[in-house]
């Protein structure tokens, strides 16, 4: 368990890349329970152990995720969370060469359950939802572009669906971009920075998570995000 930041209201940790963050069809050993397992193991708590679920990561993304430890930053927290007060800011090396160093991409999204996965629809779509980002282009090269991307919205496979849509795939995800990726590859996507206000004191809480530096596509884009 990589605890980036811990107190007896917050536990902010490092999700590793194809870990569920809850239990799933998979029987795979979920980030919640293992979250759960350190404080009852840390702290010798008898019995259950509390341990609220603020946001969610797709199951091969990596980086920083917020869990609360009482009911009541699990209250203010989800309050932060509606009002667009936490920030999530990924990185993502996507195909292609970005023509724009900064844009926000404003879609509406329709979730189909039965396939996990989200289309781009027109707004008046009866079971459309607004999905709202911003990026900004860090480096590029001929194949590919890191981006630094902030969430304005939470909407599933937002990131990876929104940015398949402008014509750059994600490095490695064989959902939105099957056509450009092998099987085997993992996803370039990465929650690197997590800000909120912590729920009692009320003080900025920033913690900050890098991606494997080391591994594939990250390696092309080493020193620019050591530099972040």
């Known amino acids: 368990m990589h605890v980036l930041y811990e107190d007896n209201h917050l536990l902010i940790v ?7 963050v809850q239990s799933d069809s998979s029987g795979d ?6 979250a759960k397992n350190y404080i009852k193991e840390k702290y010798q708590k008898p019995g259950n152990v509390y341990l609220g679920l603020v946001h969610r990561l797709d199951r091969p993304v990596g980086g920083a995720i917020v869990f609360a430890r009482t009911s009541k930053a699990a209250s ?15 990185l993502a090396v996507v195909h292609g060469q970005v023509m724009h160093a900064n844009a926000t991409l404003t ?27 911003s990026y900004h282009v860090l480096q590029q090269n001929a194949d590919y572009a890191l ?27 064989q959902k939105y971009g099957a056509d450009v990726n092998q099987v085997g590859q993992q996803i370039a996507l990465w929650a690197q920075r997590l800000s909120l206000i912590h729920p ?3 003080e900025a809480i920033s913690v900050t998570s ?5 591994a594939a596509p990250w390696q092309q884009f080493a020193k620019m995000i050591e530099a972040k």
């Open 14 to 20: 490092e999700k590793p890349v194809n870990m569920p």
């Open 29 to 34: 050993l979920d980030l919640l329970t293992a």
């Open 76 to 90: 203010r927290l989800a309050d932060q969370l509606r009002r667009h007060q936490i920030k999530r800011q990924y």
């Open 107 to 133: 879609d509406y999204l329709y979730k189909d359950r039965t396939k996990n996965q989200s289309y781009v629809v027109p707004s008046d779509h009866p079971q459309a939802k607004l999905a709202k980002l």
């Open 147 to 173: 981006l630094q991307v902030e969430l304005a919205t939470g909407r599933s496979h937002q990131i990876r669906v929104q940015l398949a849509h402008q014509g750059h795939p994600l490095y490695g995800d």
């Open 200 to 202: 009692t004191t009320k």
């Open 210 to 214: 890098q991606p494997p530096i080391n």
